[in-house]
């Protein structure tokens, strides 16, 4: 019989040492909440021994965990402060919204998918720490808890609605990965004139979520 690994410590330490800090992940508060919470409690059990590889793990749905290293750099591109009002949205089981917490925010975590809402109901309180988890249209955000300072989409994007512009703080600040031409940028957006103005930061790939998939259209 297969022994099965229950401890995953070393690798914790080895995804921050050898894939989070090597790409230019330097904020404090991130790395420490990444050595701490236990990535694999946010996995089906059978999927837990793939939550420290470099790759994203498929969910099935269309849906993925990103990378290790893709999520620790959206976070510092995020920029995380102690107290700010923050929405995830496409949480999955929550893994990205409980580091963020970790560093500090309030943090509203926002899902579609009833499986992966059951995956982060059954995720210890030690691990999922002050999150609220709230179930939902992704596109419509979560207007309840709005104003956000920050909000973060969790994958890719074709396109970033306006009702997500429309939930942010007039000083906040929106995070995701943008698709264009089959290639990925992270993006950080804020409101000018009352418009979402997108800036593109770095060249990176994340797992398209499908709420956010533009609908093909007609080609003459």
Known sequence: MDQVV??????????????????????????????RIARERFLPTALATLAYVD??????????????????????????????????????AG???SVLAACGADVTALEDDAALNALAAAVPASEAGAVKRVAGPLAAGWAA?????????????????????????PTGRLIAVRMQDGFGRAVRGML?????????????NAPLLPAFRRAPGFTF
């Open 55 to 92: 790759i994203a793990v498929e969910l099935g749905a269309g849906r993925a965990m990103p990378q290790p290293m893709m999520t620790a750099r959206l976070l510092q591109l995020a920029a995380p402060q102690s107290g700010e009002r923050a929405l995830v949205v496409g949480a999955g």
């Open 192 to 204: 000018a004139g009352g418009q979402l103005a997108l800036v593109a930061e770095f060249d990176c």
């Open 145 to 169: 808890h709005a104003p956000y300072d920050l909000i973060l989409i969790d994958g890719a994007v074709d396109d970033v609605p306006a009702a997500l512009a429309s939930q942010l703080a």
């Open 95 to 97: 893994y990205t919204a």
């Open 6 to 35: 229950t401890d995953f410590t070393a690798s914790r330490n080895w995804m921050v040492d050898g894939q989070v800090r090597p790409n230019k992940v330097t904020n404090p508060l991130i790395i420490d909440a990444m050595r």
